[in-house]
């Protein structure tokens, strides 16, 4: 069992910035892949961003490519999301994710999720 518990949304100007993390408590956090995912109103969850449990690889949605970063301390237990050049439309509830599998880049695959936290960019 897995427990993930994000911190760091909140409501922020176009253009600002926001750091999300997840601590993760239960079995050990390094044998997971861990990522992010969000679900605005009305639409799928979709994926954000991922990064593996032994290389620190990492995958980027398009969407959000070059704007924001994917990072873990396993020594803290802990996955970042670096948010930069924040738009509107990544106004979104966003969830922490932990898998055993690998490449999990869709929901079906998730094997744990965190209760997610609200992201609102004003205009």
């Known amino acids: 069992q897995v427990q993930l518990v994000e911190s760091g949304g909140g409501l922020v100007q176009a253009g600002g910035s926001l750091r999300l993390s997840c601590a993760a408590s239960g079995r050990t956090f390094s044998s997971y892949d861990m990522g992010w995912f969000r679900q605005a109103p009305g639409k799928e969850r979709e994926f954000v961003a991922a990064?593996?449990?032994?290389?620190?690889?990492?995958r980027i949605a398009d969407s959000v490519k070059g704007r924001f970063t994917i990072s873990r301390d396993n020594a803290k237990n802990t996955v970042y999301l670096q948010m930069s050049s924040l738009k509107p439309e990544d106004t979104a509830v966003y969830y922490c994710?932990?898998?055993?599998?690998?490449?999990?880049?869709?929901?079906?695959?998730?094997?744990?999720w965190g209760q997610g936290t609200q992201v609102t960019v004003s205009s």
């Open positions: 990064i593996d449990r032994n290389f620190y690889n990492t």
């Open positions: 994710a932990a898998t055993t599998r690998y490449y999990c880049t869709v929901s079906g695959c998730v094997s744990y």
